[in-house]
C-alpha cells in the first residue's frame, strides 16, 4: 500500500495527527459499517477504513507528536469545535492548513448544516483546499451539492479534478454521479475513470472507451 493510500481513504492530508485519523475513522467505520448503513455494499469501504486506520495507528505510535497548543497556534485555529466557529476557521484562517483542517471537521460532523460553509470553501482561492472541501461534502453525503459539484468540474483544474475522482470512488457517493455523467462524456483519462465508476454503480449510459 503506498504510504499516503491510508490518508487518502480517510480523506485527511498526509499530515494528519493522530486526533484526526481518530476522528476520521470513529465517523467513517460507523457511516460504512453494514449495521449502520444497512447496506450490504458499504462492507469493503468498511475494510478499507479499518485497514487505513490500523496502518495509521501503528505509524503515528512512532512518529510526530505535536502540541496541540502550539499547532493550533500556528494554524490559526480555535479551541472551540462548534459549526459556526469551525465553519468561520474554514473560511477565513489565514494558512491554508488551517482551513483544511477546520473543513476535515465539518465533514466528519454528521451535521448537515455544516455544508452552508463546506458550499463556500469550494470556491477557495487554494485549490487544495478546495480538494479537501470536496472530500468533505462527500464524507457528509450532502445530496444537495450535485450541482455545484458539476459546476466546479467544469471550472477546475486537474487538482480539484483529481480530487473529486477520488472522492468519488472513495465515498461512492450518488451525488456525484452528475459530474462522472459530465466528465465520461470528455476525454482522456478522467473520461474513462468516470465511466468506470458510472459502469460500476450500473447507470452508465454507453459511450465507448
Not at 483546499?129 to 445530496?143: C, E, H, I, P, Q
Not at 451539492?145 to 477520488?166: F, I, Y
Request: glycine share 8%; proline share 2%.
Amino acid at each position: 500500500m503506498d504510504r499516503n493510500e491510508p490518508y487518502r481513504i480517510l480523506g485527511l492530508d498526509a499530515d494528519a495527527d493522530g486526533s484526526e485519523v481518530k476522528a476520521a475513522f470513529r465517523y467513517l467505520s460507523k457511516k460504512y459499517h453494514p449495521d449502520s448503513s444497512g447496506d450490504p455494499s458499504t462492507t469493503l469501504r468498511f475494510m478499507r477504513v479499518m485497514k487505513a486506520y490500523k496502518t495509521l495507528d501503528v505509524e503515528l505510535g512512532k512518529e510526530r507528536l505535536i502540541s496541540n497548543r502550539v499547532r493550533a497556534r500556528v494554524l490559526g485555529e480555535s479551541r472551540e469545535d462548534d459549526m459556526f466557529s469551525l465553519g468561520c476557521l474554514a473560511l477565513t484562517a489565514p494558512e491554508a492548513a488551517g482551513r483544511r483542517r477546520a473543513i476535515r471537521k465539518l465533514g466528519f460532523s454528521g451535521k448537515k448544516a455544516a455544508y452552508v460553509f463546506l458550499r463556500r470553501a469550494l470556491g477557495d482561492r487554494d485549490e487544495t483546499v478546495v480538494a479537501t472541501a470536496v472530500r468533505a461534502v462527500a464524507d457528509l453525503s450532502a445530496f444537495q451539492a450535485s450541482s455545484e459539484m458539476a459546476a466546479l468540474w467544469a471550472r477546475a483544474g486537474t487538482t480539484v479534478r483529481n480530487a473529486v475522482m477520488d472522492a468519488a470512488e472513495a465515498t461512492g457517493e450518488p451525488l456525484f454521479r452528475q459530474t462522472l455523467e459530465l466528465a465520461a462524456g470528455e476525454t482522456g483519462s478522467h473520461a474513462v475513470r468516470a465511466r468506470r465508476l458510472l459502469s460500476e454503480a450500473g447507470i452508465v449510459k454507453n459511450r465507448g472507451a
